[in-house]
């Protein structure tokens, strides 16, 4: 069933939002397409409906937020973005937006009880912190080589939301197993 115009604007003021904040919290300036925004949030919304429809109430937090990432990249909301203070268009903006998104909410859901059963029950102080730590260090390896060769990789090949999901689960284990006893 297709999102009712009540939740389309609520995800839609939520994604807004989000877009905004990750933005800003990385001293870029952007301007979004309001008709794009909200074709990502349908696209989204149906594929959570046939993901619904095969697993009902099991789909993984990292499949949610890759299927975000995906539509993010895919459709392209935001039509412009710049550093503050510069005038030089940031191309890739979109992708870089779904890896800022990703991270943000991987973050969000380690602690959540909707996080998957992997990353909950490892047992770690400060998880969130120590977690968000482990992404940078991911992201920075070998001088940003993992984070630009992901931009690229979402700019210009095909990567479905399948394919994020499993480099969300990758980094997830990852995390798990450098911070568990595992045998």
């Given at each position: 069933?297709?999102?009712?115009?009540?939740?389309?604007?609520?995800?839609?003021?939520?994604?807004?939002?989000l877009l905004f904040e990750v933005c800003e919290e990385k001293n870029v300036q952007i301007e979004l397409s309001q008709p794009k925004l909200v074709d990502?949030?349908?696209h989204y919304g149906r594929d959570m409906e046939k993901l619904d429809d095969h697993q009902g109430s099991q789909i993984s937090v990292n499949k949610r937020i890759a299927g975000l990432m995906f539509w993010?990249?895919?459709?392209?909301?935001?039509?412009?973005?710049?550093?503050?203070?510069?005038?030089?268009?940031?191309?890739?903006?979109?992708?870089?937006?779904?890896v800022w998104l990703a991270h943000r909410l991987l973050l969000?859901?380690?602690?959540n009880e909707h996080a998957g059963?992997?990353?909950?029950?490892?047992?770690?102080?400060?998880?969130?912190?120590?977690?968000?730590?482990?992404?940078?260090?991911?992201?920075?390896?070998d001088n940003w080589f993992n984070y630009s060769s992901l931009v690229y990789s979402l700019r210009y090949r095909n990567f479905s939301p399948h394919h994020l999901a499993i480099l969300l689960d990758t980094l997830t284990t990852g995390f798990v197993i450098k911070n568990t006893h595992v045998i």
């Open positions: 069933m297709p999102l009712n115009p009540a939740e389309q604007d609520r995800h839609y003021r939520a994604l807004h939002n990502a949030i349908v993010i990249r895919r459709i392209k909301p935001i039509s412009f973005a710049c550093k503050v203070n510069s005038e030089e268009e940031i191309q890739d903006i979109n992708e870089q937006v779904a969000v859901y380690c602690e059963r992997i990353i909950r029950d490892c047992n770690v102080a400060n998880k969130r912190s120590e977690f968000n730590n482990y992404l940078r260090v991911h992201w920075m390896l």
